[in-house]
């Protein structure tokens, strides 16, 4: 902000190159990061412990300390390491005479530093120019690339070379001890439980601070570990008004349409209304579902938040449906002359029950075999609606058919509904069959059987079948992290920088599995297989490969070369000891590890001929460097891999425009004469090449354990002390051989920003290690060979998009089937009926496919879940009215399905379409995203393309290639018609 002074601004390099550093580079912006941060680990949260007693605790307490007890300072990785998280160190200046390139005067400042620091963040303060040394406060190196952000060109992958200098955003990462949160040990529950309330302190503070002391010309986003499960909490919640209110009305609906009211006149509407029945099916609706969850609960299958939200849809659905049918067909049929009350509820009941038998045993057997799939949320839903539809059902035909018998005789005495102690006047009702009904016997069959409206229909949902076969292919997979997210949450803030600035996505590990030994790592022959840059190491070795993807990154989805721990290892055990380099030493008498901290560094007897001349002439000794191929490790990040040569080092440092600022200084530490405290280089150290197997076994947890300082910042303990699992063993003879384990590589996949970033770099990250196993385990014994896999935190959450279409085609597969079967048994084998079911009920789901496609609803386990429901529910818009068809007695195929639109298609409509419709069109003004895209969207969808083929096409294709009228049910009708009685007057 110009108004601020935060701005970009021009700065001249040591050796003259004009650089435009970005605005997070001023002082002030700078600055005011720090006062952030320190008030970020001020932070105070009370946690009560088991003694019952409050105590208050800070950062400290919960967050990762990786040299602990050497370093106690938090792990926190924010550009501030660079100076040490100080103030003072950022303000240091250093005027030089001598310059940096053609002997001009310099005056150095913090900017050179970055520089510096951002070539080689393990840069030591002897190496630098202002003595600060690029370390952190923690003890570990800082990467540039993942501390900040917006130097990358907008739509490019990470370059070649990146100009950090040029950001615009600062990253800063507090890391927190990890739990298990699944143990049971008291110190796993009990941490967890402290990180849980700091992180909640931390959100707390930032709403504060964002509101009240953020500077004008910051802008701040933030996210903790435990915010996105804590936003979804609080997005369920926040719409469960919305829900409540969808219910509601689909209740109020039900509640007052089952009824129908011959006279406009309060006394009618009371004796002819239904509300007590309504509320009757909603509760054997709401019970169904509480009895459910309520056995799986106990059978220990875990609920999921897709279970309260769908599975009431779903049985509502289905339950109305069926409340809807038998109500209304007892309403349209009169008791005959000869019935009792009982004997015409049970007649009613013969009718309508095979029906719902039908659909019911299909939905549930749909369902159950759903449970199959691998999928954890489809295997859950499956399983609680399957049972939900069954429980509905029994009490359908049971608790409600009471229900009805008792409404009705309430009805022919005349009784008020609800206050049934009153009683009307007794008059005659005159016959009522419904608005709809005559809507559709008058009206809606008569145009819809129409012969050139029969033939346009065929054509149109053909024409509608092929469009939808076109697109279904092109759903997007996945579930963008943002449409999880409440309108109004910080989280999605946090989610959109993370698009804009963020450099690197997250890091990959390649976990080498050798739990059984199949590599021996102590001989070079299997090091070459993982190693990079060392002599003799494979090309196509796991690091190898690796190095070699991250050069095309917009491919591959890896950003940055691997860190290859047996590549430093190396390095450290052989590096030469000298006054200024103590990397690999131990004590002379015991030979356990000598840390470099100590500050003698070998006796007198073990000085070099060179110290010894130096000495006797009065002269400095030759200052004695790490090896260049101690700092490959680090090269292999920076600079180009294939030079690897000190002279070639050189050269690559001068072709790149920062300042090479030297190596290791000459800080020579005098000698002790104390023989306990001499420090003598290890066997493997000042010989070249490659520790033995017994020097490998010998030191290689020493260098996992040494913390990195100026005199050896390439120990392992900050790097790879949590990458490499050391296995203590024996050889032959009984003495100690440690051997290496399981271990890992950790590299950064580029910037991730959709879902189909996610999972493809989980593929391409799962092709590298299936290429790295190829080489590695060619020419071994199949009982040796390794496996090899990437892991990052994300795969978990997008395993499944990589079998997405598998998934889906074998749980809608696995359902349809089921259907078939079910209603092909149940209808007594009538193979045409069962086929025109399973034809609706798979243009019904591809058509609601093809509507994904055209509303961005992106496929995944929530759409998922909802296409199973849709092939339930689709069940109920054909399975009756086909099976009516079935029964159904006319002259031709063309009169029955007429019949059949007119006294099933209306209850259909009434049951389960305008029952929907309201509660859906409430769910489009829900906060969530969730809500109004896989459930407004999703949910109006089969609604309106099941009704439309339940109510338009079906009767069309029964018209033309129903099955033919069964002849039992013929003779059955010449029958009743032979013995029955007139008709009572009495209608009801």
């Not at 309403?331 to 004997?343: D, G, Y």
């Not at 013969?350 to 159950?368: I, N, Q, R």
């Not at 996945?478 to 890091?507: A, H, R, T, W």
């Not at 080092?649 to 000698?671: I, Q």
């Amino acid at each position: 902000m110009p108004e601020h002074g935060i701005t970009g601004f021009p700065f001249t390099d040591h050796l003259r190159n004009d650089l435009e550093f970005g605005p997070v580079f001023n002082k002030k912006f700078l600055k005011e990061v720090l006062k952030l941060q320190k008030r970020i680990e001020e932070l105070m949260f009370t946690f009560t412990e088991s003694d019952g007693n409050k105590y208050t605790y800070n950062l400290t307490s919960v967050c990762s300390k990786p040299l602990y007890p050497d370093k106690q300072s938090c792990n926190i990785q924010n550009v501030w390491a660079y100076w040490q998280d100080d103030e003072a160190l950022l303000d240091k200046e250093r005027f030089d005479p001598v310059g940096g390139d053609g002997n001009k005067p310099r005056n150095w400042t913090y900017l050179d530093h970055f520089l510096a620091c951002a070539k080689n963040p393990t840069l030591t303060a002897p190496s630098d120019k202002l003595n600060i040394g690029c370390m952190s406060k923690w003890g570990g190196p800082v990467n540039p690339y993942y501390a900040l952000g917006g130097f990358i060109p907008t739509g490019e992958s990470f370059p070649a070379n990146p100009e950090y200098h040029k950001a615009t955003a600062v990253v800063m990462t507090i890391l927190l001890d990890n739990f298990d949160k699944n143990s049971k040990k008291v110190e796993n529950v009990v941490g967890l439980e402290k990180a849980m309330l700091w992180e909640k302190r931390f959100v707390e503070f930032m709403h504060e601070w964002e509101a009240e002391e953020k500077p004008e010309y910051m802008d701040i986003a933030y996210n903790s570990e435990r915010s996105i499960e804590d936003e979804l909490d609080k997005e369920t919640y926040g719409d469960i008004v919305t829900i409540a209110i969808s219910y509601i009305i689909m209740f109020v609906y039900i509640t007052f349409s089952l009824g129908q009211t011959s006279k406009c006149t309060v006394s009618r509407f009371m004796i002819e209304s239904k509300i007590t029945l309504g509320l009757g099916g909603v509760m054997i609706v709401l019970l169904s579902v509480a009895a459910s969850i309520g056995t799986f609960g106990f059978a220990g299958v875990p609920a999921t938040l897709i279970i309260f939200e769908i599975i009431p849809f779903l049985v509502l659905a289905v339950g109305v449906d069926n409340i809807f049918i038998l109500v209304q067909t007892y309403q349209r049929e009169p008791r005959k002359a000869h019935e009792t009350h009982a004997e015409h509820v049970g007649r009613i009941v013969g009718e309508v029950a095979p029906s719902m038998l039908l659909s019911s045993v299909s939905e549930s057997t749909c369902f159950f075999l759903g449970a199959l799939s691998d999928m954890p949320a489809v295997r859950a839903f499956a399983l609680y609606a399957g049972m939900a539809l069954i429980v509905d059902f029994l009490m359908q035909i049971t608790c409600f058919v009471a229900l009805i018998s008792l409404d009705m005789m309430r009805q022919e005495n005349n009784r008020f509904d609800i206050v049934c102690c009153v009683k009307g006047s007794k008059k005659d009702q005159e016959p009522s069959q419904g608005m709809l009904f005559k809507l559709f016997e008058h009206l809606y069959a008569p145009f819809l059987l129409k012969k050139w409206v029969r033939a346009a229909v065929i054509v149109l949902f053909f024409g509608w079948a092929c469009s939808s076969i076109a697109v279904v292919p092109k759903i997007e997979i996945g579930l963008d992290q943002e449409i999880s997210m409440p309108d109004n949450s910080f989280v999605l803030k946090y989610f959109g920088f993370l698009k804009e600035f963020l450099s690197v996505g997250p890091p990959v590990y390649f976990v080498v599995n050798n739990t059984a030994g199949q590599l021996d790592l102590t001989k070079e022959e299997d090091q070459n297989k993982l190693c990079l840059s060392l002599p003799g190491c494979m090309e196509d070795s796991l690091a190898g490969q690796v190095f070699s993807w991250q050069k095309k990154p917009e491919e591959t989805y890896i950003a940055t070369a691997p860190m290859p721990w047996i590549d430093n290892y190396i390095g450290w055990a052989t590096a030469e000891v000298s006054d200024s380099v103590k990397c690999c030493r131990m004590y002379s008498h015991s030979h356990e590890f000598c840390p470099s901290t100590v500050k003698d560094i070998v006796s007198n007897a073990t000085r070099s001929k060179e110290e010894d001349k130096a000495a006797a002439t009065n002269q400095p000794a030759t200052e004695k460097v790490l090896p260049d191929s101690a700092f490959k490790d680090y090269d292999e990040f920076y600079f180009d891999i294939e030079s690897t040569s000190a002279k070639s080092r050189r050269k690559r440092e001068d072709d790149y425009y920062y300042y090479d600022y030297g190596d290791y200084g000459s800080d020579v530490g005098g000698f002790s004469d104390s023989e306990n405290q001499i420090c003598i280089p290890c066997k493997s150290a000042n010989k070249g090449g490659r520790p033995s197997p017994e020097e490998f076994s010998e030191t290689i947890d020493w260098f996992l354990h040494a913390n990195p300082d100026d005199t050896c910042p390439i120990a392992g303990h900050a790097a790879y002390g949590e990458s490499v699992k050391v296995v203590p063993g024996s050889n032959g003879s009984g003495e100690q051989k440690n051997t290496v384990g399981s271990s890992h590589m950790m590299a950064f996949h580029t910037i991730l920003r959709t879902s189909k970033d996610y999972y493809m770099a989980l593929a391409r990250a799962r092709e590298l290690t299936d290429s790295v196993m190829l080489a590695v385990n060619n020419g071994t014994d199949p009982d040796k060979h390794v496996n090899i896999f990437p892991y990052s935190v994300f795969y978990v959450f997008y395993e499944q998009y990589l079998t997405m279409w598998e998934d889906t085609l074998k749980s809608l597969g696995i359902s349809l089937a089921a259907i078939f079967l079910v209603t092909f048994v149940l209808m007594g084998f009538d193979l045409v009926s069962s086929i025109i079911i399973l034809i609706i009920i798979l243009l019904i789901v591809l058509n609601l496919g093809a509507l994904m496609y055209w509303w961005s609803i992106t496929l995944n386990a929530v759409s998922l879940v909802n296409l199973v429901m849709a092939v339930g529910i689709s069940v109920e818009f054909c399975s009756h009215i086909t099976r009516a068809f079935s029964v159904n007695v006319g002259e031709n195929r063309l009169e029955r399905a007429r019949n059949v639109l007119t006294s099933m298609g209306s209850s259909v409509l009434s049951g389960i379409t305008l029952t929907k419709f309201g509660g859906i069109v409430v769910l489009a003004f829900a906060k969530s995203q969730i809500f109004s895209i896989f459930y407004f969207r999703m949910y109006l969808g089969i609604v309106l393309i099941g009704a439309a083929h339940g109510l338009i096409l079906l009767p069309v294709l029964l018209s033309y290639i129903g099955p033919k009228t069964n002849m039992a049910k013929i003779l059955d009708q010449e029958n009743i018609r032979d013995t029955s009685s007139s008709p009572s007057s009495v209608h009801t």
